[in-house]
DNA sequence: AAGTGGTCTAGACCACCTT
DNA sequence: AGGTGGTCTAGACCACTTG
């Protein structure tokens, strides 16, 4: 180390990891009190603190109050994902945004619906099936739930104009966010809209957002064949 | 606001939080500065500071030296996901753990892996295909290269025995590490292998890592059907 | 009971960006 | 040139957990 450096706290972070990836400290290994790293490495204990915060976000490390800090033995692998908007992800390709309001129908919420809000009695929704394209050939397929009590005016919205995915996200915030992701098998209504062969596989993301306790909506997006996504750096 | 109250920086963060969600800050809005903001609840600007940071991180507002912070108009949806050790993940369902070894051979590095690691030349690599059985019943298929360059300690584990997943992951700390997920579609070996009908769509989970610029291993884990990932809170 | 991480504070200086 | 976020520091006290 060169003591004459000064230490930001991401370069003590990156110190400490790198020692991690060299063995210096080894899976389960106990490192030395912060108090010690600062001293160390010539910082403050508060640097060093909140290096280890962002070890001990990204799984590296484990740290209990007076138990210290362990470098963690199975890692946790994590990583994030931006789930975007669909139209910016298109237009981010280079490619032209277009989108087809495909079904716009008041219905009661089915119970798959309902599990995956985790409520017990149907509402009023309104169910959107519409079509996101990119150089006008098929993109992505939405369907979508959206509870008219907790969002009444999306029943004012004009949806052949605007998709309720960016309608929402501008103007519908929420507290608290589901996804997952899966794969299923192209078939009748869905592989006519992606005009994607009967049996290819498609990828889905699964979004479910509540405002407090309240359902706002919940979303299927289906991708084209071949869609990727990938984590950020 | 109940001023007596002290605030950590993380009841800071969900104030903000909070008055981004009910519109007292709306989209596209400037916040006050760091200082009168810790004026008005009545803490430190350092505490500001840290709360700010995060919810940058989240993705709700964005800063800029002297531009200030502002709430983002199209708020990023950003979603972290834990992917796991197999063994774990099959544990923590209650499920028993089995482990197979399909094929192990010395290779020459395909071109597709190449694109995968950024390498322009062709090494000498471990490939490994093995399989994840959940209650002995196939759970996740996976088709693995491991260099024998940056790993030439590979070479000497007994694969049939312990699986390549666990082995790197106690003994090959990575510097870098791309994840991306897609589908596709059951066919010939890998539907054998899965015993999924042939046709059925499979998630895949694509994991590649580096230690500096040398790769170490990619591995395209593909799953049984009705396989679902979802994102920590 | 004591050790270690978690957080706060007040002040200082730096770095970046807008004007 | 000036304003605002970014970070550091030293010291203090708190809170959890373990021996």
Redesign the interface.
Same mark, same amino acid.
């Given at each position: 180390m060169n003591v004459e450096t000064r230490m930001s706290w991401t370069g003590v972070r990156d110190e400490i990891r790198a020692r =991690?990836?060299n063995?210096t400290y080894a @899976?389960g290994d106990k490192l030395p009190r912060d108090e010690d790293i600062a001293a160390e490495l010539g910082c403050a204990r508060t640097t060093v603190q909140r290096a280890m915060q962002d070890l001990s976000l990204a799984?590296l490390v484990e740290r209990k109050r007076k138990g210290g800090t362990h470098v963690r $033995?199975? @890692?946790? $692998?994590?990583? $994030? +994902?931006? =789930? @975007? =908007?669909t139209r910016?992800e298109v237009e981010q390709r280079g490619a032209k945004y277009n989108y087809q309001l495909i079904s716009r129908e008041l219905e009661e919420t089915p119970i798959e619906v309902m599990a995956r809000f985790g409520i017990q009695r149907p509402s009023r929704m309104l169910h959107v099936k519409a079509l996101h394209l990119a150089d006008n050939r098929p993109y992505i397929l939405e369907d979508r739930w959206i509870d008219t009590t907790s969002t009444p005016e999306i029943l004012s919205v004009d949806l052949t104009r605007e998709s309720a995915n960016e309608w929402l996200?501008?103007h519908k @915030?929420y507290?608290r966010?589901? #996804?997952?992701?899966?794969? #299923?098998?192209?078939e009748g209504e869905t592989a006519k809209h992606l005009s994607a062969p009967v049996?290819?596989?498609? +990828?889905?993301i699964e979004?479910t957002t509540w405002?407090g306790p309240a359902p706002i909506t919940t979303v299927q997006a289906v991708a084209v064949?071949?869609?990727?996504?990938?984590?950020r750096n």
């Open positions: =991690i990836l063995r @899976p799984g $033995t199975d @890692p946790v $692998t994590r990583a $994030t +994902f931006d =789930i @975007p =908007i910016r996200v501008r @915030p507290s966010l589901e #996804v997952s992701f899966s794969a #299923v098998k192209a049996g290819s596989a498609l +990828f889905v979004r405002i064949p071949g869609y990727q996504l990938s984590a």
